[in-house]
């Protein structure tokens, strides 16, 4: 069964960090790209960053560029998601999903297979 199960999602302050972590399990982890995306209430969900297989290349939404790292472990099957200086319009579920492309869109959802059931993240200001 394939599974994408996010955790570290937290309340904290604005200019907190956080780590969320995104473990992979019932396919083939380094066959596949992750991303990152996040819904706040009423809105679309929003792409953040995304990881290339060997983790050599990372992609950054502009919402988020400077404040956030993405890396993967691929022996513990694990992408992780460094958030920085948290601002309250940061407020969303974080979610990651799976992709077995190589020439794809990273900001565009339905590139993705699988999906995580997704983590909260609240910033309060």
């Known amino acids: 069964e394939v599974q994408l199960v996010e955790s570290g999602g937290a309340l904290v302050q604005a200019g907190g960090s956080l780590r969320l972590s995104c473990a992979a399990s019932?396919?083939?982890?380094?066959?596949?790209?992750i991303g990152w995306f996040r819904q706040a209430p009423g809105k679309e969900r929003e792409f953040v960053g995304a990881?290339?297989?060997?983790?050599?290349?990372?992609y950054d939404a502009d919402s988020v560029k400077g404040r956030t790292t993405i890396s993967r472990d691929n022996a513990e099957n694990t992408v992780y998601l460094q958030m920085n200086s948290l601002k309250p319009e940061d407020t969303a579920v974080y979610y990651c999903?799976?992709?077995?492309?190589?020439?794809?869109?990273?900001?565009?959802?339905?590139?993705?297979?699988?999906w995580g059931q997704g983590t909260q993240v609240t910033v309060s200001s």
């Open positions: 999903a799976a992709t077995p492309f190589t020439d794809y869109d990273p900001e565009r959802p339905g590139t993705y297979d699988y």
């Open positions: 019932g396919f083939t982890f380094d066959d596949y790209a």
């Open positions: 990881i290339s297989r060997s983790g050599g290349n990372t």
